[in-house]
């Protein structure tokens, strides 16, 4: 298995001769409005992607796709128009409806536990994007767990996560990170994804499993960036366990 992270939480995974692309977020900077109750109103992505990546030529190589959750910065209509409606299309049960019946792929495959591709088990695990009350308002999220790399997805620190440590007992963890949150008060000021507590949180409790953070970088709610998490990792005495990728590099192969 090789993991290139894209941008933001796109992962293009090279995994028995063929590519899986996890949440794609290809489009044009600036494309989608900001996301809303941010005082920051830039227009998203916020940045290009990778000199040499083109959301063609991704598209292109992609032979399935696992998407976590529907909002646009993870399953975007840029790359819906750019992949082939016969690619297979794996998600959690509550988004299948619209993925089949709303945008138009013959193959989508729901993941309510496990599923099977190319030869690997696909284990679904939960999370909860912020705290309660705005976690519901969102909507669902899911993490997946292929081989021993746990990918977790638009989540906080919370019992879901630490069920699916727990659970898979993974070599290797990817979270979203960046410490996302509005600043209008829909969400009391909790960041709905993690924040480099929670980050650190996870590092110790899975000592054992190498930890990287993404999704930084190119949302108008995003809060930490690279440098701030560098830092915080260094000063806790974390930085031979936990990494944090530059856009377009392959930051695992296992």
């Known amino acids: 298995m090789q993991i290139q992270l894209i941008r933001h939480a796109t992962l293009f995974i090279h995994l028995n001769g063929k590519n899986l692309l996890v949440d794609p977020f290809l489009a044009n900077v600036g494309t989608f409005p900001p996301i809303p109750f941010t005082s920051d109103q830039t227009p998203i992505p916020l940045v290009a992607l990778p000199a040499g990546i083109t959301a063609t030529g ?6 399935a796709v696992l998407v976590t959750h529907m909002h646009q910065d993870h399953w975007d209509p840029h790359t819906q128009e750019l992949l082939s409606k016969s690619t297979p299309v794996y998600c959690q049960p509550a988004d299948e409806a619209t993925i089949r019946n709303e945008q138009g792929f013959a193959n989508v495959v729901p993941v309510s536990d496990t599923a099977s591709w190319n030869g690997v088990t696909i284990h679904r695990t939960n999370g909860r994007h912020g705290a309660p009350g705005i976690a519901e308002k969102i909507g669902p999220v899911s993490g997946y767990v292929l081989n021993d790399v746990y990918i977790a997805g638009d989540t906080i620190w919370c019992d879901d996560v630490r069920k699916a440590i727990d659970t898979y007992h993974p070599k290797h963890i990817v979270v979203n990170g960046g410490g996302g949150r509005m600043d209008l008060d829909q969400n009391g000021g909790h960041p709905i ?4 507590k929670d980050v650190i949180t996870v590092c ?3 000592p054992e499993a190498k930890v990287y953070v993404v999704h930084l970088e190119n949302t108008n709610h995003s809060r930490e960036n690279r440098t701030d998490i560098r830092k915080a990792i260094t000063e806790a005495g974390l930085s031979a366990q ?5 856009d377009g590099e392959i930051f695992l192969t296992v």
């Open 58 to 63: 991704v598209a292109a190589q992609t032979d």
């Open 193 to 196: 994804v993690m924040d480099i």
């Open 204 to 206: 110790k409790y899975a």
């Open 242 to 246: 936990c990494f944090v990728p530059a």
